[in-house]
């Protein structure tokens, strides 16, 4: 699986949209992107992922860079619940199954 | 239900104890893992578990040893463990769809077993 790469750490005001970038600039033709964040002491929860288009839910819109070199999650209207480490990782779909998390970015959402 | 559930929540033990984690998944999903987590580091993935048969060990030390009894069951056996070996232990479940080629969805995590060893 391909590596990503993150900043340690940002800070968002409250209300204000949060702006993720992950850097993966290997990733291969098959490997999807998928974002996960861990609040304090719970588990990982899944918030997002896509291949090449652009995808919103409605946790948080992903947008990938046409060359799919790195991407950006983007949360609308933070809330202080979104404090929390968000991980990109970029996989195949199928296969081995692994889900690497990498260092992830601490989001910090100041009211 | 959306909910992988582990049991305990809280688990302290000997070095010469041995004890079990319990994970159940009630989603029909075919694929098992088991992570561990120290404190402020990502989620390490240990095992993978697919039709419940281990298809990936991430060259885990043999004190830790898993088991799948059915699909909605995933445990793991501790005996003998280390200190070092306090951490958070994560379950997740994910969807495997069809006989070949197929395509994950997302992954389900439980809440973890928080795990000291003394």
Redesign the interface.
């Known amino acids: 699986d391909a590596k990503t790469t993150q900043p340690p750490s940002m800070d968002c005001a409250e209300g204000r949209a949060a702006n993720l970038p992950c850097n993966h600039s290997t990733i291969s033709g098959n490997e999807y992107v998928?974002w996960?964040r861990?609040i304090h002491s719970?588990?990982?929860?899944?918030i997002i992922?896509g291949l090449k288009n652009n995808e919103t839910n409605e946790m948080a819109s992903l947008i990938i860079t046409e060359d799919r070199k790195s991407s950006t999650l983007i949360l609308p209207h933070a809330t202080l619940r979104d404090t929390a480490?968000y991980?990109c990782i970029v996989r195949v779909?199928?296969g081995?199954?692994?889900?690497?998390?990498?260092?992830?970015t601490r989001l910090t959402i100041n009211p | 239900d959306t909910e992988?559930t582990q049991t305990p929540k809280h688990l302290v033990m000997g070095m010469t104890n041995k004890k079990s984690l319990k994970c159940e998944q009630h989603m029909g999903h075919r694929?098992m893992?088991w992570y561990k987590q120290k404190a402020k580091k990502?989620?390490?993935?240990m095992f993978?578990y697919?039709y419940e048969k281990l298809?990936?060990n991430e060259s885990v030390p043999s004190r830790f040893s898993p088991e799948c009894p059915n699909s909605s069951l995933l445990n793991l056996h501790l005996h003998a463990l280390q200190p070092e070996d306090s951490a958070l232990y994560?379950c997740?479940s994910?969807h495997?769809i069809g006989t070949g080629?197929?395509?994950?969805t997302?992954?389900?995590?439980?809440?973890?077993t928080r795990l000291t060893v003394v």
């Open positions: 998928y996960y861990q719970q588990g990982p929860q899944y992922h480490v991980y779909p199928w081995a199954q692994k889900l690497v998390f990498g260092q992830g | 992988v694929a893992y990502p989620p390490e993935l993978v697919s298809s990936i994560l997740a994910s495997r080629a197929f395509l994950n997302e992954a389900f995590f439980g809440q973890g």
